[in-house]
């Protein structure tokens, strides 16, 4: 395995593959960081039923619908296939919940060092063979760099092809990378919160003077007729007059606060309207 040069880092252009299924909470902010350090990005989607798909195609992110076995050899094939443009150096990313943002810088650099083939791979810490002599399609990739030649190469490999059977002419590199321990993390408060989603709801609906204004005002309305009552009944301190009154002072208060959300919601939602129009993101309805 030979030890690539250095003279040819700077020339070299970058294409980043995001390897991914049901990432919508992150694949904004993954292209985004992606094309700070890459010529191109493109998502290599594995069949995502939720709005991964469409929300990086609003960023103008070109997305592949890759159906097949997840390994190396395919992956390779179906890129080759696949009619994209011929770049220097191809990034693959195998974006899973163990994977973090922080980690792509790392995996940049080394798609910048020239390798013809970059596997990094995840295995137990109990699992000690040599990586020789792992089967290349039964490998658990976290990242793989290749350039045009080692595309190729590993695209005519077989599925029973071990690591060790790799061209001997091209710059190889096969790392472990050992499984991340998973820390119990908060979550975010877009899953973690029933509140979060049903605020949303409502501005997506667009009927907040509806779910508020009419009752509220109903609740105002009456609080506010029967507080004329509630002065004469105020004569006679007893634990029904005390009752009655807060009852009203309460129906009140919420009859206004329904008031105040329903406008509060419809001004929102304007809001989000005139900012999906700005940006001409796809309506929902």
């Known amino acids: 395995m030979k030890t690539p040069t250095v003279n040819n880092v700077a020339r070299q252009k970058l294409r980043i593959v995001l390897m991914a299924r049901d990432v919508e909470l992150r694949i904004v902010s993954l292209i ?43 992956i390779a094939s179906y890129l080759i296939n696949s009619n994209l443009e011929s770049f220097d150096s191809t990034l693959i990313l195998s974006i899973t919940d163990e994977w973090r943002l922080r980690d792509l810088p790392l995996s ?104 508020f204004g009419i009752p509220g005002t109903v609740l105002f309305i009456l609080g506010y007729r029967l507080s004329g009552n509630v002065v004469g009944a105020l004569e006679e301190l007893n634990s029904t007059s005390i009752g009655v009154t807060l009852a009203t002072i309460a129906m009140t208060l919420i009859g206004l606060f329904g008031i105040m959300v329903a406008l509060i919601l419809y001004i929102m939602g304007k809001q989000v309207e005139q900012i999906q129009s700005q940006y001409n993101w796809p309506s929902r309805e």
Request: charged share 25%.
């Open 32 to 74: 985004v960081r992606a094309r700070e350090g890459a010529d191109d990005v493109v998502l290599l989607d594995l069949g995502s039923n939720d709005s991964t798909v469409e929300y990086a195609q609003e960023v103008d992110c070109e997305v592949l619908h890759f159906n097949d076995e997840v390994n190396s050899q395919n």
């Open 108 to 211: 940049i650099n080394r798609a910048r060092e020239g390798w013809d083939i970059h596997l990094s791979h995840q295995v137990d810490e109990i699992k000690n063979s040599p990586v020789d002599d792992f089967t290349l399609s039964e490998v658990d990739l976290q990242h793989i760099v290749l350039s045009c030649d080692g595309m190729k190469s590993i695209a005519k490999m077989s599925t029973q092809s071990l690591v060790s059977e790799l061209d001997e002419s091209l710059r190889v590199r096969i790392v472990q990378a050992s499984k991340s321990v998973k820390i119990p993390q908060r979550e975010s408060l877009a899953t973690a919160s029933r509140f979060a989603q049903l605020f949303y709801w409502m501005l997506e609906t667009k009927h907040p003077l509806l779910l």
